[in-house]
């Protein structure tokens, strides 16, 4: 067992979450309220991780990489349910699962992506910035929102990475994928030959969806 390893409750979703990112959760289950009470007890944070597809009710099976979550703006119904905003902070390795608990709980360690050539990671972040800011105001003019988000972007590349993961419209087991490779320079080059496809393919449909001057 790993010298560096934490008790941490895990809760299996349908979800890839990613260190820097952010999603609503709405809890309703018992087990996971439990979860959510003994968390604020004890002050800890707990681990998101996505749930195998062959899982099954009361018994998932969770991928071996998750992202160990903080509970911020915590709001509880009058039926006992929770809805907050789980950030995104580290990723982690299970080493070890138990259900001593009405939910699952491991032993993780945590981890972050390998050292890299800084001049190889800045021209791919570069490339990746300039193609998901292009990716991201044309999903915006789509909805009608505010184009202004360059300036939101992660300017870390490994933080970059995971930013650009968590909002690409891919199914969850490839942002696993993601969420479980160790190289920054990895993830970008495959992210920005996502977006190469997808950058051109959105401008050609948002192009046919103007219409024709009267």
Do not use: W
Request: hydrophobic content about 40%; some cysteine; glycine content about 4%.
């Amino acid at each position: 067992m790993s010298a560096t390893a934490i008790e941490l409750p895990l809760f299996p979703l349908n979800l890839v979450l990613f260190p820097g990112t952010v999603s609503p959760l709405h809890i309703f289950e018992l087990r996971y309220r439990q979860m959510i009470l003994d968390c604020q007890r004890d002050g800890r944070a707990f681990g998101i991780v996505l749930a195998r597809p062959e899982s099954e009710p009361l018994n998932e099976k969770p991928y071996p990489v998750g992202t160990m979550v903080d509970i911020s703006n915590l709001m509880r119904t009058e039926d006992g349910r929770y809805t907050f905003m789980a950030i995104g902070i580290k990723r982690f390795r299970i080493l070890s699962e138990h259900r001593e608990r009405p939910y699952l709980s491991g032993l993780v360690e945590l981890f972050e992506d390998v050292a890299e050539p800084e001049h190889d990671l800045s021209i791919l972040r570069q490339q990746a910035h300039g193609l998901f800011n292009d990716y991201l105001g044309m999903l915006l003019e789509a909805s009608e929102g505010n184009k202004d988000i360059e300036t939101n972007l992660p300017a870390v590349p490994e933080n970059l990475s995971h930013f650009i993961a968590y909002f690409l419209d891919i199914p969850e087991e490839h942002k696993q994928r993601f969420l479980e490779l160790t190289s920054t320079r990895q993830r970008l080059q495959e992210e920005i030959t996502i977006l190469r496809r997808e950058v051109p393919f959105m401008r050609q449909i948002l192009a046919h969806d103007v219409p024709d001057d009267l």
